[in-house]
């Protein structure tokens, strides 16, 4: 896996490199936005480690350029806590945010989701359920099922993740892009009407008591 670490800060670009290193990732630096630019342009990344506090070019206007030649997965770092901040990645594209300091271990396993989440299936079947995420088309019994884009979104999101518990918060958090500060039966009310829309199917979305969903085929 080949990582591209942007930090003004040497010690930290060091930290997050050595980390990596010892996963066995290949990693790149650069200390600004423009190199940054300049190395995406010339390279092919799994993950970018992007911060948004930087001189020359700040993170943000960063993965606008970024995203004119690359659709590279991002995991934006920032001191940072204010609920603007990450709205505002999320709607850049940004695929994690990880507030500093940060917990190197953490950010490992955030860069191996997020790496993970680009390799995925185009194409799912599970009891009478198919599903092709190419064409955006979910089936059950063989006939074309209607979803909303959030129903679409969270019945992929688990089938990725067959047999994981989901928190609730999780859900929120990958399926609606942000970490969701509002009542969390949102999620109970999209898992209600997806089941509906899945007959028989259903039995695989499982409740996990105190928690959230998962689905389960074991």
């Not at 390279?43 to 911060?51: E, H, P, R, T």
């Not at 099922?145 to 918060?169: C, G, H, W």
Request: aromatic content about 10%; hydrophobic content about 35%.
């Amino acid at each position: 896996m080949k990582i591209l670490v942007v930090d003004d800060e040497k010690l930290i670009r060091d930290v997050i490199k050595e980390y990596c290193n010892y996963e066995g990732f290949t990693v790149d630096e650069a200390q600004n936005g423009l190199e940054a630019i300049e190395l995406v342009k010339n390279n092919d990344y799994n993950v970018l480690v992007l911060d948004i506090m930087m001189p020359k070019m700040d993170g943000y206007q960063t993965i606008k350029e970024i995203r004119k030649h690359k659709d590279v997965p991002v995991i934006m770092l920032s001191a940072r806590t204010d609920e603007y901040d990450k709205l505002h990645g999320f709607d850049l594209g940004v695929d994690d945010y990880v507030t500093k300091p940060f917990s190197p271990k953490e950010l490992i396993a955030r860069i191996k989701a997020v790496s993970g989440r680009q390799k995925t299936k185009e194409k799912y079947k599970v009891g009478t359920l198919e599903i092709d995420d190419l064409a955006h088309t979910v089936y059950v019994e063989s006939k074309k099922v209607e979803l909303t884009p959030k129903e679409y979104d969270l019945l992929l999101y688990l089938i990725q993740n067959e047999n994981i518990a989901l928190s609730r918060e999780q859900l929120l958090s990958q399926v609606w892009g942000y970490d969701f500060y509002g009542d969390d039966r949102t999620i109970d009310t999209h898992i209600k009407t997806l089941r509906n829309h899945l007959k028989e199917n259903r039995k695989f979305i499982v409740t996990v008591r105190g928690m959230g969903y998962k689905f389960e085929t074991e």
